[in-house]
């Protein structure tokens, strides 16, 4: 399983507002904009079910996404480490598995809004 699901599409506007209004109703807290324009957000702090942090940067009409579970130290201990520390939301393999189907299922809803094929 790679450590980040990652979507690489186009589109013909600016998704900005899209996914502020996007992260505001699935409780996504923005996290800052770096200075490439990668704008950041993420869901949870970790201690329950994994931080589940998302990234998005626009350029022109080119879109890059990445979302994915974060797991802190003390998740590891607890599972012995057999979880890494940070792995990607699309289904399958029982590591992780409610986070991972949590974060799946509003991230594809951002997709669905912007027009864009779900994560399986």
Request: aromatic share 6%.
């Amino acid at each position: 399983m790679a450590s980040r699901t990652v979507r690489d599409f186009q589109v013909g506007f600016d998704v900005s507002t899209i996914v502020d209004s996007w992260a505001n109703a699935n409780h996504y807290g923005f996290r800052g904009v770096a200075p490439d324009g990668t704008r950041n957000y993420q869901r949870g702090n970790g201690i329950l079910t994994g931080a589940m942090p998302l990234t998005i940067q626009q350029s022109g009409q080119h879109v890059h996404l990445e979302a994915w579970i974060h797991a802190n130290t003390v998740a590891r201990i607890s599972a012995l480490f057999l979880i890494p520390t940070d792995m990607g939301i699309e289904s399958g393999g029982v590591r992780g598995a409610l986070p991972r189907s949590m974060a799946r299922q509003s991230v594809n809803a951002l997709l669905a809004q912007l027009g864009q094929p779900p994560i399986a």
